[in-house]
């Protein structure tokens, strides 16, 4: 643990917003993030993490950017709410996006239908363009959100070119980090296609998102604030704050906790934190190269199947959730696992996590901090993710910024032939 306490405050947070240096140098030295955050340019080049760590470390000051950028934004996001019959909930919502993208429209689905009391489902850029008419709803306005990074997959710009062409009924909103992508830059002035573009710190440099994630969700979260932003800043530093004591007081031990014996890793969550499940699950899988898998699965959906993969060299991460029911499940879902005596140990993460689920010496709990919701939680679940991965692929001896060594996967997918319906 740090022996000199990072800037957990709301307030000294809010000082630091736009200077990320400032806030980076807030880590203690002999702490693990800091003490590599620390080392010299060119030995981070050369060990091959110049851009991961930096861009994980980063985002509690980024989320409070993202906050200010999109929340004077509002009004504007009332008019495209409104353009698709949100306000009236005639409307409905496709959350889009590929890999990471479409798991933090995950993060969003539910949060959103309640707060806009509208269908509101994740779908994968891939099935819109493959299967637009199983897709799309039958009737009425709808809006779709397109989660980019770079904005330069080639299903990105397809599927709203697709979908633009294919049917008049539809409102498009890009949440990108790149306002030179394709995506915006291609369809500027479109009278239907509106874009949110963030800071560019938030678009990555490395070839996994992290930043990049975890601020499109907090973008993506205004759209249940457009009627009230100052409540949506204030859900940001929230979780900003709590982000900042993570790192402060979890960071190292899960550091070790990643390079501990586990050989594969099951992620679990319930709700909105299924998104997270999936990214965290991702994280690990993209950052090792394959050499640990992971599986993503809900509490409840871990019985039906998925129990016969944790084994006695498997790591299980669960995100316990803030409500008293659907925490009453997974209490009960992980009591099974240990009658069952599986896995090697378990990680719980979550708000006000009850000390007994620490059942083994090797078990560990991350505190999220009181107070927040399950709505909130998604962006911390993924930090947690995102550290567990990349002290995963330092220890298995890969680059963080490049994992695949063998150029299997990119940071932007490789061209590939988009066939057209008739």
């Known amino acids: 643990m740090s022996t000199r306490p990072t800037r957990h405050d ?24 800091g003490g590599l955050l620390g080392r010299p340019l060119a030995e981070r080049s050369e060990r091959g993490y110049e851009h991961t760590l930096r861009e994980i470390a980063q985002q509690p000051v980024t989320w409070l950017e993202t906050a200010q950028i999109v929340s004077a934004q509002a009004e504007r996001l009332r008019r495209i709410l409104a353009s698709a019959g949100i306000d009236r909930r005639r ?71 697709s979908l633009l062409a ?66 949506g800043v204030e859900r940001v530093e929230a979780a900003a704050g709590a982000a900042a004591r993570l ?19 099951v992620y679990l969550g319930s709700g909105c934190r299924m998104g997270s499940a999936h990214e965290a699950g991702l994280k690990m899988l993209e950052m090792t190269a394959g050499r640990v898998p992971s599986l993503s699965e809900s ?33 009960d879902l992980l009591g099974e696992v240990d009658r069952k ?29 009181g107070g927040l919701a399950d709505a909130d939680l998604p962006v911390l679940d993924t930090l947690v993710g995102q550290l567990l991965g990349f002290h995963r692929c330092l220890q298995e001896g890969l680059k963080p910024d490049t994992p695949s060594t063998e150029g299997v996967i990119n940071r932007v997918v490789e061209s590939f032939t988009i066939h057209r319906r008739s």
């Open 10 to 33: 709301s307030s000294e947070l809010t000082s630091l917003r736009g200077s990320v240096d400032s806030w980076l140098a807030c880590f203690d030295p002999r702490s693990e993030v």
């Open 91 to 161: 409307g409905s919502i496709i959350l889009t996006g590929s890999g990471s993208s479409v798991y933090a429209g995950e993060c969003l689905a539910l949060p959103l239908q309640q707060a806009l009391d509208v269908p509101v489902q994740a779908i994968p850029a891939g099935t819109l363009l493959t299967h637009p008419h199983g897709c799309l709803p039958p009737e009425g306005p709808y809006l779709v959100v397109s989660f980019a990074r770079s904005g330069n997959s080639p299903e990105s710009r397809a599927v709203v070119d």
């Open 166 to 231: 294919r049917d008049d009924r539809g409102r498009h909103l890009i949440i990108t980090c790149n306002p030179k992508g394709a995506l915006v830059v291609g369809l500027a002035g479109h009278p239907r296609v509106e874009a949110v573009v963030l800071d560019e710190k938030t678009e990555d440099k490395s070839l996994v998102m992290t930043s990049s994630f975890t601020n499109m969700v907090l973008a993506g979260r205004f759209l249940a604030f457009a009627g009230s932003p100052e409540a």
């Open 247 to 265: 790192f402060e007081r979890d960071a190292d031990v899960l550091a070790r906790i990643a390079r501990s014996g586990f050989r594969r890793a």
């Open 299 to 331: 509490f409840l959906g871990l019985r039906h199947g998925p129990m016969s993969a944790i084994h006695d060299d498997t790591l299980i991460v669960a995100f316990l959730s803030s409500d008293p029911t659907v925490r009453a499940y997974e209490v």
């Open 341 to 369: 005596e599986l896995g090697a140990r378990k990680l719980v993460v979550g708000s006000e996590v009850p000390r007994s689920l620490a059942s083994r010496a090797e078990d560990h709990l991350v505190e999220c901090g």
